[in-house]
């Protein structure tokens, strides 16, 4: 399977972006999906993730209240809309495919995205 993130930009403190993840090759369908970003010269971490129900949904404390996850109708296609940014959200955002299972373990994401970045301006 291979993914693919975009929907990042440029933006100034409290706008909004909509990222999206597009699998090919295979379905995100049944699969938990998660949001990762990371900052040069830090740890990746997970910032939201879902599993295809929707019934379990993951969010960091720092974008709580800010990001949604959402997972499209085609079983292609996961979104993350992000309000409010911060400078601090800056960041290359990944787009990854884990287990069936409920996991938000980083090692359960198996297929990753190239990432998009994301930068917020004071």
């Known amino acids: 399977v291979q993914l693919q993130a975009s929907g990042g930009g440029l933006v100034q403190t409290g706008g909004s972006l909509r990222l999206s993840c597009v699998a090919s090759g295979r379905t995100l369908g049944g699969f938990v999906v998660g949001w990762f970003r990371q900052v040069a010269g830090k740890e990746r971490e997970l910032v939201s993730a879902?599993?295809?129900?929707?019934?379990?949904?993951y969010y960091a404390e720092s974008v709580k209240g800010r990001f949604t996850i959402s997972s499209g109708n085609a079983k292609e296609t996961v979104a993350l809309q992000m309000n409010n940014l911060k400078p601090e959200d800056t960041a290359v955002y990944y787009c990854?495919?884990?287990?069936?299972?409920?996991?938000?373990?980083?090692?359960?994401?198996?297929?990753w995205g190239q990432g998009t970045l994301v930068t917020v301006s004071s």
């Open positions: 990854a495919r884990g287990t069936t299972g409920w996991s938000t373990d980083e090692a359960s994401f198996t297929f």
């Open positions: 879902i599993n295809w129900s929707g019934q379990n949904a």
